[in-house]
């Protein structure tokens, strides 16, 4: 979480809790204002990325409170260098689902097919690849290719767990943008 996140200084299971309430109320405003008709998966599901499901799409559902206007992707979690044993894919990355709804604030972007985004994705980190997966001293990789994408290598404070983080602008996306 960024440092502008008003909830930076709360437990990982605080957090967690707060971002379920927070991506229900993004759904049922999108069930209740622009026609969707969104229903909770199971725990497996959960487990496999799927958050809500319109029986054709299976989107995961994101909400971010800082003041960036950007997507957020898990790509590897844990990340301890691409070469390591431990590294793993992220649950963004290796999740099963096709669609994404991620509100900033109080813009809502839904991609009803991610493979677009997840293209956008593998062209970062392409980038990364050529810059020999480095990052600069304050843990970021700028894109060259995508002007506001960018990387992040990320200790989450809570759980001390390293991770390396996508931020795609929703400008590069198709998209459906809603105003609550």
Not at 43 to 50: A, N, Q, T, V
Request: hydrophobic share 25%; with cysteine.
């Amino acid at each position: 979480m960024n440092k502008s996140d008003k909830y930076d200084h709360e437990s990982f299971g605080k957090r967690l809790k707060i971002g379920k309430g927070a991506e229900q109320k993004c759904v049922k405003y999108l069930n209740e204002n622009c026609g969707f008709n969104l229903i909770p998966t199971t725990k497996e599901d959960d487990l496999r990325g799927i958050d809500f499901t319109d029986g054709a799409t299976r989107y995961q559902v994101k909400v971010r409170t800082g003041k960036y206007q950007d997507l957020i992707f898990c790509i590897y979690q844990p990340y301890y260098g691409l070469d390591h044993k431990e590294t793993k894919i992220g649950r963004d990355i290796k999740g099963d689902y096709n669609g994404y709804i991620c509100q900033c604030n109080q813009t809502i972007y839904v991609i009803r097919n991610t493979t677009q985004l997840k293209k956008i994705i593998k062209e970062i980190e392409k980038g990364w690849e050529g810059e020999e997966y480095k990052f600069d001293g304050r843990g970021w990789f700028k894109s060259c290719r995508h002007k506001d994408c960018s990387l992040k290598y990320h200790v989450d404070r809570h759980n001390h767990i390293p991770k390396v983080l996508a931020f795609v602008s929703p400008k590069l996306l198709e998209k459906e943008t809603y105003e609550m």
